[in-house]
């Protein structure tokens, strides 16, 4: 829930971008317990992202080359999120492993504000769509950094239900706008939504939560050789782990498609990323199919209330075709999926 406008945010953003509070904070903190100093310190501040979802990151860039991440919530997710990189970095996702979160530095509650240590690393974002040998094994990595995630003995936030990791409140919501302002594709998007429900009953897996990532795919996934680094935890939640295998998949394909006008080039990628995860986790897939399902409706219902857009017409046919595969359990050459055991 966000709390305060995005107006009012950004009034806020401007009391830590002052030289005082940069001295005063931000500096002992980058510099790991080092005295605080004057507003004369050295330090460029920029935004780096406000989209007007309730939350605005900015980098620190001091002098001497240290470069401090400031991330303002209008939420209290921002604690949510300090304990979660506080918990990976003490179970092993910390320096010199290969493996990581961004190093949590200090959450100032007052200003809703978390610190983290700049990441190293190109996002995976760069690889996708494009023909570069790289990205097949950067996603066998991305795999690896997420069973490192669901291996682990951390538990931080409420349990996630089936139904609320599937965002089915959201999916209806959407349903409901989607067929106000399209009224003939009602009864496509009602069918497709009874299909999803209807495999969901057929589940019977018992599948215990983990800690997940929550919103896990390519523009939070950093690489630095063979060093693989997460970033955003505000999502994190113990939960069914085929919500962040999914999620993964969905949005690689999704922007692949975006990219080339096409599917195809995502397929071997694909293939490396759920190969991979589940030669080590094979029991955590259970439910794959109906929350890649989920994902897929989700994304339809966005898109569908725009039927005058091209763009938008090409992806509600791409969610379809591939509602239809993974639910068929064949999303993939050479990948089956099922949501029963």
């Known amino acids: ?12 953003a401007s009391k830590i971008t002052h030289p005082e509070f940069i001295g005063q904070v931000v500096y002992p903190a980058a510099r790991e317990g080092a005295a605080r100093c004057g507003p004369s310190v050295d330090c460029k501040v920029t935004i780096v992202q406000d989209r007007g979802t309730g939350r605005i990151t900015l980098n620190y860039a001091f002098d001497d080359g240290t470069l401090v991440f400031g991330k303002l919530y ?29 190093q949590p530095l200090l959450y100032v509650p007052e200003h809703r504000l978390l610190l983290t240590k700049a990441v ?15 990205l097949v094994p950067y996603v066998r990595q991305a795999a690896n950094w997420l069973v490192q995630l669901h291996k682990s003995s951390i538990r931080v936030g409420r349990n996630e239900s089936l139904w609320q990791s599937l965002k089915l409140f959201k999916a209806i919501r959407r349903l409901g706008k989607a067929a106000a302002l ?22 019977r897996a018992t599948v215990h939560a983990v800690q997940t990532h929550g919103r896990f795919h390519y523009e939070h996934v950093l690489l630095d050789g063979s060093k693989t680094t997460v970033i955003d935890f505000d ?9 962040d295998l999914a999620e993964f998949v969905t949005m690689l394909r999704l922007r692949t498609f975006k990219l080339t006008g096409s599917a195809e080039a995502a397929d071997a990628p694909t293939r490396a990323f759920l190969g991979e995860y589940l030669s080590h986790l094979p029991e955590n ?18 898109h569908v209330r725009r039927p005058d857009a091209q763009p938008s017409r090409r992806v509600v046919r791409f969610c379809q075709k591939e509602f239809d595969s993974v639910l068929s359990g064949n999303p993939v050459p050479g990948i089956g999926v099922t949501s029963t055991n």
């Open 182 to 203: 399209v009224p003939d594709r009602k009864e496509m998007m009602i069918e497709m939504v009874n299909t999803l429900c209807d495999r969901g009953k057929q589940s």
């Open 120 to 134: 190293e690393g190109t996002p995976l974002t760069s690889f996708v769509g494009c023909d570069c040998p790289e």
């Open 1 to 12: 829930m966000i709390d305060i406008t995005d107006d009012e945010l950004r009034a806020r």
């Open 74 to 102: 209008s939420d209290e997710l921002v604690r949510h999120s300090f304990q979660v990189l506080n918990g990976l970095w003490r179970v092993g996702f910390g320096n010199d492993q290969p493996y990581q979160v961004s």
């Open 285 to 302: 897939a259970a439910n794959l199919a109906i929350h890649w399902g989920a994902f897929l409706l989700l994304t339809l219902f966005r």
């Open 235 to 243: 999502r994190s939640l113990p939960s069914d782990p085929a919500k």
